[in-house]
């Protein structure tokens, strides 16, 4: 059942940052957005089915008879929720609420799509009623950069899983099996050690497939002396954790053992530098030049790190993109990985990924598993 004081609170941001810009009301239909007001945890799937209406006083959700029943059970006989499935098309449900409610600013998240904008617009003026559609631009999501407590406990049990499939995943791999083989048997461990989905497609790369950073796994047969980066992550309660090993099946070269000790490098240094207050492109460009002054710089093109919770992506980022996002200031209780890696094309790549919490002293990190090089016996 939903945290109810958890999801009150963070109701009330929502509404403190409604009365701050002048809004009447907030229309929302991403379903994370969703999630994290509900609390109606494993309710969403892929669909954008339910509409949310939030006002300074009340909150509305429609759904439909797939759905309603979880909902029910989810949120609880007590919950401030006034929950329909209403056989009614959602543009027309959201323009009875503003109507009823007599909001004239209406905010909409410029996630939604422009069919249900013109929708809306369509039945706002089959209903008589006249507002303004302010769009909001990240709002919510920039609320949900701060995480709290429970979802800080969800997503370091998520974390729980994920090191014990690491260590699972060790034991298993050797030379003969492929890509997919081992991808299988590390997403089975995962669902028996007690996860409930992934986090996102398991990458498996091994030898010259792991010089592509997001290479999907396949055919080739793991051989002795491949190096294989494993990126991957258990879903447990809709949130994620994330999380890169590279392992060496057999003994590592001594060209390998110096990359990996450079990947390292980044990542400790960087993880040392990390607290509330850092600038993200900041720490990017320092796990930059840690791999640069190595003679790497060449080989490390994408972004250290991105916020992690309901979504496997979400603000704050460490990039060197210059948005705005990259340049502000990475507040306390973020969630947040630190992924530095090097890719030789044609020879093999490293990744070494943690995820944890900013404070205002440090990082915490949720992740278990050792930043030692594991050579898998052969």
């Not at 907030?26 to 945890?41: F, K, P």
């Not at 990039?319 to 969630?335: F, L, M, N, Y």
């Not at 044609?346 to 995820?355: A, N, P, Q, S, T």
Request: net charge negative; aromatic share 8%; charged share 25%.
């Amino acid at each position: 059942m939903a945290d109810a004081k958890a999801c009150a609170q963070r109701v009330e941001r929502l509404r403190s940052l409604m009365q701050e810009y002048g809004y009447d009301a907030v229309i929302l239909r991403h379903n994370s957005d969703l999630r994290w007001l509900t609390g109606a945890e494993r309710t969403f799937d892929d669909e954008v089915a339910h509409t949310a209406f939030i006002t300074r006083e009340g909150q509305w959700l429609h759904t439909d008879s797939r759905y309603f029943g979880t909902f029910q059970n989810r949120l609880g006989e007590d919950t401030p929720w006034k929950l329909d499935m209403d056989m009614i098309g959602h543009p027309a449900w959201a323009a009875q609420r503003i109507r009823e409610t007599h909001s004239r600013v209406v905010a909409l998240e410029d996630t939604q799509d422009l069919a249900f904008y013109d929708g809306l617009v369509q039945e706002l003026g089959r209903a008589s009623a006249a507002c303004l559609l302010p769009r909001m631009h990240g709002t919510v999501s920039a609320l949900r950069v701060v995480k709290d407590a429970e979802e800080v406990s969800l997503m370091r049990h998520a974390q729980t899983i994920t090191d014990a499939a690491f260590d699972h995943i060790c034991g298993y791999i050797k030379p003969g099996l492929t890509e997919l083989q081992i991808r299988a048997e590390l997403e089975s461990s995962m669902f028996d050690l007690g996860a409930d989905a992934l986090s996102f497609d398991t990458i498996i790369a091994s030898g010259p497939n792991g010089a592509n950073p997001h290479a999907q796994p396949g055919e080739r047969v793991v051989q002795e002396g491949d190096l294989i980066v494993m990126d991957y992550g258990a879903g447990y309660h809709d949130y994620h954790s994330d999380m890169t090993r590279t392992v060496c099946v057999g003994a590592a070269s001594e060209e390998q053992k110096h990359v990996y000790s450079v990947v390292r490098a980044a990542n400790e240094t960087c993880e040392a530098a990390i607290h509330a207050g850092v600038i993200g492109v900041d720490i990017h460009n320092l796990a930059v030049k840690v791999i640069s002054d190595a003679g790497y710089g060449d080989y490390f093109k994408h972004g250290l790190g991105h916020g992690v919770g309901l979504e496997i992506h979400e603000q704050p980022y460490f990039s060197r993109s210059g948005a705005p996002a990259e340049h502000g200031v990475i507040p306390a209780g973020t969630v947040i990985t630190v992924e530095p890696g090097i890719y030789l094309p044609g020879k093999f790549g490293i990744r070494l990924e943690d995820f944890g919490r900013v404070t205002e002293g440090g990082y915490d990190v949720f992740t278990g598993s050792s930043h030692d090089l594991v050579e898998i016996p052969v």
